[in-house]
């Protein structure tokens, strides 16, 4: 039986939390600022949490942790 591979991609953008949880942070946030208001700007410092709707995918591309 192969050993299974973790998706290298998804590896770089979520981290499992100590409760189970994946975090990753949101797009956009880069450059082009000036046209985006300050709050948008905000809310992009702050990591989200995977919902429920993608944990199985994420799962499975992250099967080590």
């Known amino acids: 039986m192969p050993k299974i591979k973790t998706c ?4 770089k953008r979520f981290k499992k939390t100590g409760s ?3 975090k990753f942070r949101k797009s956009h946030s880069s ?3 000036t046209k985006k208001t300050t709050k948008r700007k905000r ?3 702050l990591d989200q949490m995977i919902d ?6 994420v799962r499975r591309l992250l099967p080590n942790g």
Do not use: C, D, P, V
Not at 8 to 11: E, G, M, Q
């Open 43 to 45: 809310s992009y410092r």
């Open 8 to 11: 290298r991609a998804a590896a």
């Open 52 to 57: 429920q709707a993608n944990m199985k995918e």
């Open 31 to 33: 450059h082009i600022l």
């Open 20 to 22: 189970g949880k994946y």
